[in-house]
């Protein structure tokens, strides 16, 4: 094992703690719908946004970690809630996640429905618990000043109609249509998946003090890393090896789903990856102690073989 893969998984089991702290206690009439939601919410994972969320906390100095710990939880609750709908038989009807079996397997779709409903509406309660820190922080120069709002207003609008949700929306209009244009591919990219990597990232460095500028430059790099780590996504489901991957390849084309490898082939898609990774490190890389963990995340999720 790395270096890196130590790290990683040591921020992974940071954040699952934090997680594992938020999670309501399976009781009451209301009993098996929350263990349905934990069941989703512990299914494993390298815990992605959370871990992005507290390293961006970290570079820009941010204290005390009770300040950012709900914000983690709530991200990873949202994720999770967006792939217990996926799995769904409605949507695409996957029986097995990460070697488990989905929650609507276990539980049915009725439940699994709930408990995705439940985690969303969870998430909010627990993002909502920034406001018990009792720190000071300094007002933001953007559009809201008190940061803890803007962190909400953050949180809300990418997980919706305008980012996670927004982006879904597009991938199932998408399916079925002769052809989706690249333009079409690349909102569906920035939308159902950057959109919430820009959320977590953004959030770390509001809530550790970082101005409007160093936010929206954040934004346009996590951006940058959603499109290109779908775009290798796309690569992987041609080039990509089965017993690694843990799922079939060659689905897209099964599915004669238009995907930017479809549009623009293999060499065009690999130097699309390459430079979208480039300009996004580009971006990180001003902002000291991006070097130690960040940027070599970033570069692990692009460049992955899984």
Known sequence: MSEFEKMLDEKAAEAEEIIRSFLPAEEGYQKKV??????????????????????????FSGEPKELIAPMAAAIEMI?????????????????????????????????????????????????????????????????????????????????????MVGGQCADIEAEGKASATSEELIF?????????????????????????????????AARKIGVAFQIQDDVLDVTGDEAELGKPIGSDEKNEKTTYV????????????EKFSNEAVEI???????????????QWMISRKK
Do not use: W
């Open 34 to 59: 929350i263990e349905a939601m934990n069941y989703s919410v512990m299914a494993g994972g390298k815990r992605i946004r959370p871990v992005l969320m507290l390293e961006m906390f970290k570079i």
């Open 79 to 163: 994720h999770t809630y967006s792939l217990v709908h996926d799995d769904l038989p409605a949507m695409d009807n996957d029986e097995y996640r990460r070697g488990r079996k989905t929650t609507h397997v276990v539980y049915g779709p009725g439940m699994a429905t709930l408990a995705g409903d439940g985690l969303l509406n969870y998430a909010y309660e627990t993002a909502l618990k920034v406001f018990l820190c009792k720190c000071e922080l300094t007002a933001f120069d953007g559009d809201i000043s008190d940061r803890r709002a803007k962190a909400l207003e953050i949180l809300t609008r990418k997980a919706g109609i305008y980012g």
């Open 188 to 220: 569906i990219h920035e939308n159902k998946t950057a959109a919430m990597l820009e959320s977590s990232m953004m959030i770390g460095a509001l809530l550790a003090g970082a101005d409007n500028k160093a936010v929206s430059d954040i934004e346009q």
């Open 262 to 273: 479809t549009l623009h082939g293999l060499e065009a898609s690999r130097k699309e990856v």
């Open 284 to 298: 990180l890389s001003k902002y000291s102690g991006s070097e130690e963990f960040l940027i070599p995340l970033v």
